[in-house]
């Protein structure tokens, strides 16, 4: 399955500047579209990137204005841990949803049915219509199988709900080796890593003297951050939050950048 490729392009925010701001990433646009096309077609959408390309942010924002989005219900976003087992993903998703109570938190050897049968029930009583899984390279096939299984149950009971994943790979072995999970899969978007360019773009949204930096950027000390950092938007993220804490006010300079990045690679 060829992936769609989501380029990064900063987004200047008329708001305060703070590491606090969210870039308005084109992953999210795209996400967002991924996500209204898999509710209308019942499919499964993934978000495939390396590490701190945005793929968490992206499924986050998408639970934040998923009632904006004109879809019913509300949408759920989970974190996967390592598990293994077709039971295992269902019961963590549901038992951080808050769902089998008791018979889940003893550790119940329960089946996929009495799993299903505990989450119609959940999923109706509080009209979850969409499900966000992230780190989900944390699970094996047989989890990921068992979350489809509990898709497709949903839906045939009359409770359909939408499904994006986010993966670390552009071909997730969960994907690569499941034939249900490629016919259930509508496409893949591939979050591409920041340029330099972009990065110092993306500095600016975040601190008032990178901002005046990237008025008149220096190259090679862009390329020493950009170097240093991945490029990864969380160390990224790191970076300019430790700067502005021992710099703050002080200008950009060759000297506060080795720094920052010394307390950062330490």
């Not at 490729?5 to 305060?16: D, K, L, M, N, R």
């Not at 959408?45 to 390396?50: L, N, Q, R, S, T």
């Not at 204005?65 to 759920?76: D, N, Q, V």
């Not at 976003?77 to 963590?92: A, E, H, I, L, M």
Request: include cysteine.
């Amino acid at each position: 399955m060829t992936p769609q490729i989501v380029p990064f392009t900063v987004v200047e925010s008329s708001g305060a500047r703070s590491p606090d701001v969210i870039a308005a990433l084109p992953l999210i646009e795209a996400a967002s579209e991924l996500l209204l096309d898999c509710a209308s077609a019942g499919a499964v959408g993934v978000i495939a990137g390396p590490p701190g390309s945005g793929k968490s942010v992206a499924l986050r924002r998408l639970a934040a204005r998923y009632p904006t989005l004109g879809l019913t219900g509300e949408a759920f976003y989970f974190c996967c841990q390592s598990n293994c087992g077709p039971t295992r993903g269902v019961k963590d998703l549901l038992t951080d949803m808050g769902i089998g109570g008791a018979l889940l938190a003893n550790g119940s050897g329960s089946s996929l049915q009495l799993l299903f049968k505990i989450a119609v029930r959940d999923f109706e009583r509080k009209n979850i219509r969409c499900l966000l899984l992230d780190e989900t390279d944390r699970w094996n096939g047989d989890a990921i199988a068992g979350i489809l299984a509990l898709h497709d149950h949903l839906r045939e009971r009359g409770h359909p709900i939408s499904l994006v994943m986010a993966s670390m790979s552009e071909a997730p072995s969960w994907l690569d080796e499941n034939d249900a999970a490629r016919s259930r899969t509508l496409r893949v978007l591939h979050a591409e890593r920041i340029l330099a360019s972009e990065m110092v773009g993306l500095l600016a949204l975040w601190s008032e003297d990178f901002a005046k930096f990237a008025a008149e950027p220096d190259d090679a000390l862009s390329h020493t951050i950009y170097e240093h950092t991945g490029p990864d938007l969380r160390r990224l993220n790191f970076f300019a939050r430790l700067h502005a804490r021992h710099f703050r006010g002080r200008g950009v300079s060759a000297e506060s950048v080795k720094a920052t990045l010394k307390r950062l690679d330490e």
